[in-house]
């Protein structure tokens, strides 16, 4: 079933304008074009190629359609002094959460932590981007946000819940930081794509049909299959992946005053957006917490390294394995290729090739 | 394998009455035996078996090895608006994290959101019970803490983490409260004990051997092996279980100044508190955020209840069995135990009348 793939290699700095220049003819200001470019290419810089350059035209697809504004006029709709929410007016998320990050880290400045809840946005990217602003300001960032419904809650074949990832960054001392990036379900949906690419068979427990039955089918989900939550069945834990997929979507969606559930509008291009919406777009949620709001920063961090150094000597079941922080692959990833360049697999340069001829713009590929 | 086990059932109030005399005999106050008594009787009147007076012991065992101090002076270490970091004095967890909880709503009150690390606590029963104590200020309630050392890292057979449970609690408006309490292990210690008293074997998935092979032996865990984190195998997406657990062990543990990965002071009585700790106990981790500080409460509370009554219907595989709402069955066990009694097994009641002798109590048994 496998077939190899074949690569391309594009300096970061040439994707780098490329992509600003997609961003600028789609609308958006010199200033969101840079940061959105920044967020899009974080996750190719770290290995993530799911959620970078290779969802471009998704964007694209989405501002044509008229369901991504690229001149949004961010609203503050509640301000108090730990808390607030943001109405994105439709911009990209791209755009949108680090505005709220900002606020977030903002506000933990002044009063120890900081959580913005944001309505009315579209996919964010990766939510380590995010979270790990909060890292130069020696604080834990968190973040959040739901998704296009792909996920069948435990007992259910009904696709109710996005991936709904969560990411939780935290510095360390001489250490790199740890960062948990994880969606909430048992495979993320980049990751099928992949495997969809490959024609290759999944793992039993990532998907099932439309019928509730667990397959290996890689082009199961789009045949009106689902994915599974983290824990892929019952005995196995898959109530507590749907538990905390719930949460992210009752937090970043219900509390928002986004869409939820079943309503969130997809960003795939298989699945249409729903009638009788509950709210306005997507939602996320941004959160910082100063290490100093609870002891001392430099104390922190020499414990950290201890955990992390502790961490990556416990005993491996096999010495070619060794126990991974987390981050730390994404990390070493970025060191790599901010030098080498980002490898991008033969079909999404062609995807750029097209989006370059659309908007009859120079690239580098 | 398996062998049916018999139930004495016990009155909610005589068994109340008995574990505040034996908290009292501890040297508890009246104030604090009452209270360490609701937390823990809360987990056996929400169907939490393995988490309330089957522990009694274990807590009396501690004490008596002097690892509890029943007269805590817990002491203040930060304050800051929204955030905090409590010394519990090597106190009940069971009477220091409502203590925390409380400080954390106050401090909702004031600016949205409050938080609170505790160093120097012990085991503090079911997280459900502290995040809960938010819903009736229309808050989320959130708990998380750190737990003796048991689970290996992916990749890993070393025990490294505790069960590391995470607690959201979110109030609905004329549904219940969504209420999401997991530990971040594929299966929690307390299953696992029922299963070893049952001599039932175990599905693959949830341990695995001290050579780090997968086991359905039911005392595998006893024997050197290791539990596995949420998520079984990395195909199966452990690391995110890993990644979800490492979170709650530096939230609660490192951020806190308590005691953090194999350090974590053990409940169970098969290890042994390591020498050179970090830190001091184990740790936890409570918040509380404000409805009010991101949205129109009752606006949320109907959009919960809309969220809810979506979710009970999506599409069951199978009819028998519809989508659970996080929560619910814990508060029908509960509508359902307050009056008919709790059920407690034969080694359960032995093991409590034995306490009940030790102590020279009156008992219910």
């Known amino acids: ?106 506000k933990a400045k002044t009063c120890g932590s900081g959580w913005v809840a944001v309505s009315n946005s579209n996919h964010f990217g990766i939510a380590g981007y995010h979270a790990m602003k909060a890292l130069a300001y020696n604080m834990i960032g968190h973040a959040m946000t739901n998704a296009s419904p792909l996920v069948a809650p435990t007992f259910s074949k009904e696709r109710m819940l996005g991936t709904n990832p969560i990411c939780y960054a935290i510095p ?56 599974l939550p983290l824990g892929s069945n019952r005995m196995m834990g898959s109530h507590k992946g749907y538990g905390l997929s719930a949460m992210v979507d009752i937090i970043s969606g219900v509390l928002s005053g986004a869409n939820f559930g079943p309503w969130v509008p997809p960003f795939v291009s298989f699945l249409e957006v729903q009638p009788n919406l509950p709210g306005k777009g997507l939602g996320h949620f941004l959160g910082a917490m100063e290490i ?3 002891c001392d920063v430099e104390d922190f961090k020499s414990r950290m390294d201890r955990w992390i150094e502790r961490f990556k000597i416990s005993i491996p079941i096999d010495a070619a394995n060794p126990v991974i922080i987390p981050g730390e692959p994404e990390a070493e990833f970025e060191k790599e290729r901010i030098i080498s360049g980002i490898p991008l697999i033969i079909d999404v340069v062609n995807d750029l090739k097209k989006v370059a001829i659309h908007f009859n713009l120079d690239h580098p590929f």
Request: proline content about 3%; some cysteine; charged content about 25%.
């Open 172 to 227: 360390a001392g001489k250490c790199g930081p740890v960062v948990i990036d994880m969606a909430t379900s048992a495979a993320a949906n980049g990751k099928l794509e992949i495997s969809q690419r490959k024609n290759q068979s999944l793992p039993l427990g990532w998907i099932q049909t439309d019928d509730g039955i667990e397959t290996r089918n890689p082009h199961g989900l789009k045949e009106g299959g689902s994915l």
């Open 292 to 294: 100093d709001g609870f």
């Open 1 to 106: 079933m496998t077939s190899e793939l074949n690569y391309s290699i594009i300096a970061v700095n040439d994707l780098m304008v490329f992509v600003i220049s997609v961003f600028k003819q789609m609308g958006c200001t010199e200033v969101d074009s840079k940061l959105a470019a920044e967020v899009l290419l974080k996750s190719d810089l770290r290995g993530i190629d799911s959620h970078g350059v290779a969802r471009l035209s998704g964007y694209i697809r989405l501002w044509e359609k008229g369901r991504i504004n690229t001149k949004p006029n961010i609203k503050v709709l509640r301000d108090k002094t730990s808390t607030a929410t943001l109405d994105g007016d439709a911009g990209l998320g791209l755009v949108v959460a680090p505005r709220a990050m900002e606020m977030a880290i903002e």
